[in-house]
Each structure stands twice: as structure tokens, then as C-alpha cells.
């Protein structure tokens, strides 16, 4: 995987616990990328490295630096280090652009819906840059968020509503919002299963659907699509988390394993529902990863001998081969597992 150094060359404050690095593009070979992609930063805090991967909220040909907004999250080591000390002109290694979540042409689409909550917006909010601009389809965000205030990109989405007025509509949720002026638009609660359906009655037919929020959010609105009796083909969600169901964990117990990392072997408890990965991080192997979710393959090991469970994948991976599998989602099932890291 490529990796590259990057300096800040600015620092935009969204909201009061969202900020927005501004990389500037590499003078020479400028890095590609899609709308809706995302990066991923490296960073080394307190001796110990992370790796976390942020959606871009910029797009390509465009916005001339490259984006990425991050959102304190409360525990979260990384995106506090970085809304607390990262600067401009600091450097920083990120690895080439990945992920599948972008828009794919398909000439029946007449209408595309992003649904966002919070730092949800950020990779829908590249994409729509991209399609108001490169496309003539009618675009409609519905974005949930707390309040007024917690709503990221609010005046640069107000600006796209001006310009594209004819084609771009933004239905906001606000669920804590105490100072609410109601109108068509403006709503309050959370996106509900009663919204989806009268909005989809509203739209032009096909559709596509990108979603990035809360698993509750993702189900709300295919339970709604399945209800009014259309095809879940043009869903499409980005997830930066694995969702666990107990019940795949019932024949998992805690197990030692042989993994072999850059020619060295490497003994490691992996105790019941922490991954393969999880664990050798915390025993400090630096394994390469990116997203964490089973979507790309950065993590991916060769099981030499003994077996292994993938567990919470969103959909299925076609591209490996019987004996590869992503460590990020990996379980032992035997005592004898053996992984090797090519």
C-alpha cells in the first residue's frame, strides 16, 4: 500500500468539537481519489502508533487541497489529539485513498438522497459537491443533528441550496434544538420510518440511497424502502465500525495463536470478542490496517494452519482466497491457529 507525507496548510473550524485538515497536494504526482473515499492518518501518541481512517469532505478536481473533518469523539484518542494538537504545517503520513462508498453512474437514476447524522455528512457532503457540480440529477439530503449549532458545513451547505436551488433540497433534523422555526424543511426528533416513506412518495423514481450514520439509521431507511416495495440494490452505506451480534460469539473462546509478522514468530492470547488484529495491537505488533471494518484488505493474513470466524462483515468478500481473511474481523475457532503477514 502507498503511503505518503502530507503537511497541513489548514486548520477550519466546523463546529465547536469539528475541525477540518487541509492538506496541500503533493507538488509533483498529485494524489487521486473519488468523492466519498477516504484517507488514512497515521499518527504516534504517547509511543504508540494509531491509524484511523476519515472520510474526505472535499472533492476531487474541485477543492484544491485535500480534506478530511474530524469530530471529537468523547475517549476517542485520536480524533482529541488531533482537534486538540494537531497545527498547520504540522506533517503528517496518511496512506493512499480507499473505500467503495461513491457514486456510480447509472443512467435510470433520476434522483439521489444522501442520509447523514452528525459526522455523518462528511462523505456525502464530497459527493454531492461532486454531483451538483459534474451532473444534472435532483439531490436531496436529509441531515439529523443535536442542534443548530452541531451542524457541520451549515453555511456551505446554505450556499449549495442558493446555487442549485432548482435541484438541491436539505430536510434537517434537530433533536435537542430549543430555538426551532418550523417549516417544510425543518423537523423536529430524528429521521423517521413516517418521513422516509412520504419523501420517497415525493421523489422522482429510481433512486439512490447513500447512508452514513447510526446502524438505527441505516435500518430505518431500508425497512422503509423493503415496506414500500423497492429494490435494495441502490442502498449503499458506509459503516467505520463493526456491529457484533452476541450470538455469533456463542463457539468463541479465548485462544493462543502463532502469528508471524516480518519474519518473527509471535505467541498472542486472543481472549473472546476482541479480533485478531485488536489483540496484537495491544501487545504492541504493528500490523498494518486501515479501516477496520472488513472493507478494504490492508489487514488481511494467510491462516496456515487451524480455523478462523469472520464475524460482522456487511456484505460478503468474494475477492479472497479460502485460507486469506481480514484480521480486523477475525476469531479463532481451534488452539492450533497459525497466521502468516505477507
Known amino acids: 500500500m502507498k503511503s505518503y507525507t502530507l503537511k497541513v496548510q489548514e486548520i477550519r473550524t466546523e463546529t465547536d468539537d469539528t475541525v477540518t485538515l487541509c492538506f496541500k497536494q503533493p507538488g509533483l504526482k498529485k494524489i487521486k481519489y473519488l468523492a466519498g473515499q477516504y484517507l488514512t492518518l497515521q499518527f504516534r501518541i504517547s509511543g504508540r502508533r494509531y491509524i484511523r481512517p476519515y472520510s474526505f469532505s ?14 471529537r469523539v468523547p475517549g476517542g484518542v485520536v480524533s482529541n489529539y488531533i482537534n486538540d494538537t494537531v497545527k498547520v ?16 453512474s447509472d443512467e435510470s437514476i433520476r434522483s439521489v438522497i444522501f442520509w447523514g447524522v452528525g459526522s455523518g455528512i462528511t462523505p456525502l457532503f464530497s459527493m454531492i459537491k461532486d454531483l451538483l457540480v459534474n451532473n444534472s440529477l435532483n439531490i436531496h439530503l436529509v441531515y439529523g443533528n443535536k442542534s443548530n449549532s452541531s451542524v457541520i ?20 433534523f434537530y433533536s435537542k434544538e430549543e430555538f426551532f422555526i418550523e417549516d417544510s424543511h425543518n423537523y423536529r426528533g ?5 418521513f422516509v416513506e412520504k419523501l420517497l412518495q415525493d421523489i422522482q423514481s429510481p433512486s439512490q440511497h447513500f447512508i452514513c450514520g447510526p446502524i438505527g439509521l441505516k435500518n430505518t431507511i431500508k425497512e422503509s424502502l423493503t415496506k414500500l ?5 441502490n442502498v449503499f452505506s458506509e459503516d467505520f465500525e463493526i456491529v457484533k451480534n452476541p450470538e455469533d460469539f456463542k463457539d468463541i473462546y479465548n485462544r493462543e495463536i502463532l502469528l508471524n509478522f516480518q519474519g518473527f514468530d509471535n505467541k498472542i492470547t486472543i481472549n473472546k470478542g476482541n479480533s485478531i488484529l485488536e489483540e496484537a495491537l495491544e501487545t504492541g505488533i504493528e500490523l498494518p490496517y486501515s479501516c477496520q471494518t472488513g472493507n478494504c484488505s490492508t489487514c488481511k493474513g494467510i491462516v496456515l494452519s487451524g480455523e478462523l470466524k469472520m464475524i460482522g462483515l456487511e456484505k460478503p468478500r468474494t475477492d479472497l482466497a479460502n485460507n486469506e481473511y ?17
Do not use: W
Request: charged share 30%; proline share 4%.
Open 229 to 233: 416495495g423497492q429494490s435494495l440494490d
Open 190 to 194: 430524528r429521521i423517521n420510518a413516517d
Open 89 to 104: 504545517d504540522d506533517v503528517i503520513e496518511v496512506q493512499e485513498p480507499l473505500g467503495d462508498f461513491v457514486f456510480k
Open 58 to 71: 472535499s472533492t476531487p478536481l474541485i477543492d484544491s487541497t485535500l480534506d478530511v473533518t474530524i469530530k
Open 153 to 172: 458545513f451549515k453555511e456551505k451547505l446554505e450556499e449549495l441550496k442558493m446555487t442549485y436551488s432548482d435541484r438541491f433540497q436539505v430536510h434537517s
Open 326 to 342: 481480514l484480521l480486523c474481523c477475525s476469531y479463532p475457532l481451534t488452539d492450533n491457529v497459525s497466521i502468516k503477514i505477507q
